[in-house]
RNA sequence: GGAGCCGUAGUUCAGUCCGGUUAGAACGCUGGCCUGUCAAGCCAGAGGUCGCGGGUUCGAGUCCCGUCGGCUCCGCCA
């Protein structure tokens, strides 16, 4: 039953037929997506990669045909040859480009049959994600999956057209490279040739991208996959597509410039937006305040409000004692839609409350000017006053409060305000809000490690007016020049001015507890080629994965990698990872110490 | 490492709270009818290790324990 191609040409996609080739004879392959057989005339819609288009099987054109017509079923290949036709007025279908035309088929060959589909091929299907890996061939037939993998390729190649247009390098950097240790957990690669040691997978090319800037290269530029062995998100995949970039000679208005004509390039092309530049900025400080996120989505409003002051000497224990303990008390004020959330909704958001890590979620309803909340009566009548003042209450409105800790008021109070951001449709979902989020602190504490550790990495440089605090004791209060791209509340983008100077290096080390022996043994040559005459620089990784979902309005970065790993970081079409010869380990001088797994 | 949701025909789900005859529906699939449909329509039919293992019980899809897997989040992570 299966025939050849033989000496047919395909003349046409499917998907690109218009009424302008009305009258030509064409030669179409691909896949059937429906069958409707009336008895007499049958209709098969064919896709190929760029739609849809009817094809007319008619007894009256050619019996044989016909009745070959009549054995196809769902995703099997053929090619047809006929003829384009206009449809007559009452049959065009408007919700097809092709809707105008058809094709009449005189001739048809089956290249293939395929086995019945587990899912359907079209969009809005609700299958089980781990079916749709499994056989991720049909599920990137899908017109979603299939635009979301085109718009990925627009993108790209926008970005290599800008970069290239504004004097950059593209230049190759190694995958099997050393490990370092600051940072994420590393993938390692064993060295045959080298036994018990290895190569470790790049979590970013960071450092030689610094090197190639001593090189003297100046502007380097390349769309590079980074390995990052921890554990996945919505928007975190084990192996994940950077647009890395590096300039010397710059400050950071240079590198936001670049980035913003970057996504700007990118919004046009791949998706036909126009976005304004330059982006808005804001300070780290003020994203914490105002958000409680170092990636505001500022397509709403429902800020955050430190009413920490209106509750030092309260009698309530459960707010005095978290601010004693140099924990703060948020609020977030949803003006005049208290009616919009029932008892039960409320209870549900303390309930994700608690589930973030809050001992709870306090609230107070105001309605025709009577105060309702479970903790009303703790309230002294000049913590009411205070707090009608400060949150300017009315009538209609419903205030959510945390007390702890900055990090669980600012993570539980930032998540509230997106559930309820979503929930009450307060976001414009056709809005793209991009933002600067600048001044990063330079250093963190890390209480478990009783030492300093570098926020975005050890090369960051600090504000140069803040230099001379890193030899204070207190150095919280160190400004980085470290700045990260937001669009619509996910951080896109994040990079840094380095440090180019040893003396200036060597105080950072020294500022989060590494020797100058440590420091030489995991970044040495870094180091060195630092004392070789490094030029003043900085750069920028910019999520590809992250922006090409946030183009197609995907909800996961999984959606626009064509083969993307489980939340187990497993692969289910090829099964990856998976066991090797005992043969293989010897070879690599490796011998396994893991409890048995039950199968 | 932790919290939550989920796992029943090919697919999506109902049934699980409150154990009891032969586990249902829709879509898909198979066969038949049908000459203008486009989610074609009409008629008929096939299709189940209720994720897996153990336990309680006269009896388990349903209750208990464990385990595997998927998703979301915290921790972790540019």
Known sequence: MLEHPGDWTRTDYCGELRSEDIGRDVVLMGWVQSNRDHGGVIFIDLRDREGLVQVVFSPQVSGAVHEKAGALRDEWVIAVRGKVTSRSPETVNKNLP????????????????????????????????????????????????????????????????????????????????????????????????????????????????????????????????????????????????????????????DIMNVVEGILKSIFSEAAGIEIETPFPRMKYDEAMLRYGSDKPDTRFGLELEDISGIFRDSQFQVFSCALKKGGIIKALNLKGRAGDLSRKEIDDLGEAAKSLGAKGLAWIRVSDGEW????????????????????????????????????????????????????????????????????????????????????????????????????????????????????????????????????????????????????????????EALEFGAPPHGGIALGLDRIVMLITGADS?????????????????????????????LELGIKLDVKEKKK
């Open 372 to 527: 309702q909340s479970p903790i009303l009566k703790v309230f002294s009548d000049q913590e009411k006053e205070d707090l009608k003042n400060a949150l300017r209450l009315e009538d209609g409105d419903i205030v959510f409060f945390a007390a702890d800790t900055p990090h669980i008021v600012n993570m539980v109070l930032s998540h509230i305000r997106l559930e309820l951001g979503e929930k009450l449709g307060l976001i414009d979902h056709g809005r793209f809000n991009f933002l600067w989020v600048e001044e990063f602190p330079l250093l963190d504490y890390d209480p478990a490690e009783k030492r300093y550790v570098a926020m975005h990495h050890p090369f960051t440089s600090p504000r140069e007016e803040d230099i001379h605090l890193l030899d204070e004791a207190d150095k919280s209060g160190i400004r980085s020049r470290a700045y990260d791209v937001v669009l619509n509340g996910v951080e896109i983008g994040g990079g840094s001015i380095r440090i180019y100077r040893k003396d200036v290096q060597e105080k950072l080390f020294k500022a989060i507890g590494l020797t100058d022996e440590e420091a030489r043994a995991k970044f040495g040559f870094l180091l």
């Open 98 to 253: 092709t809707g105008e035309i058809e094709v009449v088929a005189g001739e048809v060959r089956i290249l293939n049959t395929s086995k019945v589909i587990p899912f359907l091929i079209e969009d809005d299907i609700n299958v089980d994600e781990l079916l749709r890996l499994r056989h991720r061939y049909l599920d990137l037939r899908r017109p979603f999956m299939r635009d979301n993998i085109i718009t990925r390729h627009k993108t790209v190649t926008a970005t290599r057209n800008f970069l290239n247009g504004a004097g950059f390098l593209e230049i190759e950097t190694p995958y099997l490279t050393r490990s370092t240790p600051e940072g994420a957990r590393d993938f390692l690669v064993p060295s045959r040739l080298n036994p018990g040691e290895f190569y470790a997978l790049p979590q970013s090319p960071q450092l030689l991208k610094q090197t190639l800037m001593v090189s003297g290269f100046d502007r380097y530029y390349q769309i590079v996959r980074c390995f990052r062995d921890e554990d996945l998100r919505a928007d975190r995949q084990p192996e994940f597509t950077q647009i890395d970039l590096e300039m010397s000679f710059v400050r950071e208005d």
């Open 557 to 585: 970065i999984r959606d626009v990698i064509a083969f993307p790993k489980t939340q187990k970081g497993a692969c289910p079409l090829t099964e990856a990872p998976s066991p090797v010869d005992t043969a293989q380990l």
